[in-house]
């Protein structure tokens, strides 16, 4: 099961509230779902726990009963509401006039308690929102073809803290966020706290894990940097060799070329512990520089 239909289903798990509440995610489901007007409803789901809801919720909510319910041999589940009487008491209990479209706008007097607004999100999430896995990327997106509500959508939650986004996809209007602590939030907010306690962890886990590539990755270079030193260090001793210098370089030179040719693989720390008496990191560094300049000139 992918991250968003299991964030579908624990929403699905609460219990519908009171009418208000029952209604404010009612009326999020349909100006989100994939046909809303005074002919007809329908909603079609891909979401097991939401098919076991939306009939519970639509009674709740109204009073009604669906037209038509799933079939089983159905791939999908769909829902639909054709009686014009039906239609029109909903219609009206949003506070449209039935004789008029219902895709108008979002009547903010139906979502003026905290409670209200998020049941009217988790019912649009539900409808048509989806969100990807967060080991993945962080993205959650609601859907609607109601270019108004979609606005009116991005400025509700604008009023409630949030940040969310907007473009246009295939005729639909979609509202989403990138932020992945957003993203934590507005689970929460639906009603959905361990997916948002899942993605908080699959967050810290990702920034662990960058971390430590980071760390790898400098350990690497710093890797590379020192066998690169390395050899050149080696190099230049080669040259001196061959120059016939060496004999006539100070004995703490000599010692450091003893030391470097018999210690090849060893960091300036471990190889300045070699010395007797052991000297200084800075101090052998000195020294090493001191041979490549001399085996160039």
Known sequence: MSFSSEAK????????????????????????????????????????????RLPILLERAFGLAFDRLPCPEEQKYIFQLTEAGKIASIIDAFGFDSR???VLHINFGLLE?????SAF????FLSGGSTTEPSKSYHLELVTSHAQASRELAALLTDMGRQPRQTARG???????????????????MGAPRSAGALESARAEKRLRNGVNRQVNCESANLDKMVAAAQE???????????GRVEELPPRLK?????????????LSELAEEFDPPITKSCLNHRLRKLVELSRT
Request: charged content about 25%; hydrophobic content about 35%.
């Open 171 to 189: 005729g639909c209007q979609v509202t989403y966020f990138k932020s992945s602590v957003q993203i934590e939030q507005l689970l929460a907010l």
């Open 233 to 243: 260090q080696l190099e230049a001793i080669r040259r001196l060799y061959e120059l």
């Open 100 to 102: 008029q479209s219902p």
């Open 113 to 117: 308690e905290d409670c209200c607004r």
């Open 255 to 267: 010692e450091t070329i003893i030391l470097r040719e018999a210690f090849p693989e060893l960091t």
């Open 9 to 52: 289903e624990e929403l699905c798990g609460r219990a519908l509230e009171n009418t208000c509440c029952s209604r404010a995610e009612a009326y999020g489901a349909l100006l989100f779902c994939n046909t809303f007007t005074p002919r007809e409803v329908r909603i079609i789901t891909e979401s097991a726990g939401f098919a076991r």
């Open 121 to 124: 999100l988790r019912g649009a």
